[in-house]
């Protein structure tokens, strides 16, 4: 990965004639790298990165490309550096996965658009290399989602670019297919060294495989960094103005709004297993309360974000006297118990405690 930023603006102001969308807009990226961004609707996504292409001319500021002014570049050159695909199903009439993917050899031509030997061995190793050569013949716009998705890439690839942009990519694709996608782009980068802008919905993605992530709020840039600056201290739930629900970003989690009200429902839960019967029960509208539960537990976040009443242990500390007490109280104020558990142990051991008050009080749910 290269020090030197591929593509970094100054000043950057975006927008529509006389209207400006974003302003002060200071961003880099280095070849090697995937920069996500990501706003809540309307913020100036989709503006950005036409900016970034040339799509739209910048209002004032500038975009630098390879280390020139995006101004600089005539057409033919600029296409032999970016490649973008953007929102929106393209529909070329009658055209082959082939010819659509030979599309993106057209600044490497000549006037006749003809392709040369290079020029079609380029179309199939781009094509191999988002695996969509055994489509080659077929009609573009028979394909799945998934296809045309991996299909446009390979047109994006063939055009050799040293920066791709890619509006909402994932957008239309099932969760196998996001992956995927994501995967290969994933690849590619790293290996042809290519610096990548993409706009994303989907949070947990854009954490999962960004390099860095640039956050847009009311026409300005609102945050820049690495997903571990970004998806931290509640920032997120911040920048969508979250209302109903919450978001986690160490797992990258959205939950619903808890049900408030008195516990109806006692779980003791534990090691993940709680988390189905929470759920189940946030769905059902009725009010529970989770325990004990140490910090540390994996579903200890799901407890907090959906439970009316969640009693916890310290992170790495067994249960102790006091959680055990107030656990008991609540327990025995609640008409039901639910306890996934299949068995105890060193650290939990005195949440048995809960079970066996359950029974003999004829509260525990089988």
Known sequence: MSDVPFLHTDELSAGYGATVVLDGVEVALSPGEILTVIAPNGMGKSTLLKTLIRQLPALSG??????????????????KKSAAVLTGRPEPEKMTCEEVVSAGRYPYTGRLGILSAADIQAVEEAMELVHVLPLRERDFNRLSDGQRQRVLLARAIAQNPKLLVMDEPTSFLDIRHKLEFLHL????????????????HELDLAQKFSDTVLCLRDGHVDRFGTPEEIFSGGYIEQLFQVEYGSYDGRFGSLEPPHISGSPQVFVIGGGGTGIPVYRALNRKGIPFAAGVLQENDLEYPVAAALASVVVSEHAFEPVGE?????????????????????????DNRRNEELLILARENNLLKT
């Open 62 to 79: 500038a975009v630098y490309l390879d280390g020139l002014s995006l101004t600089s570049y005539t057409e033919r050159e600029l296409a």
């Open 185 to 200: 782009l994933k690849n590619l980068v790293r290996e042809k060294q290519i610096a990548a802008v993409l706009s994303m």
């Open 322 to 346: 006091e959680a055990v007490e107030k656990a008991k109280a609540i327990l025995l104020a609640c008409r039901e118990v639910i306890c996934p558990l299949p068995g105890f142990g060193s």
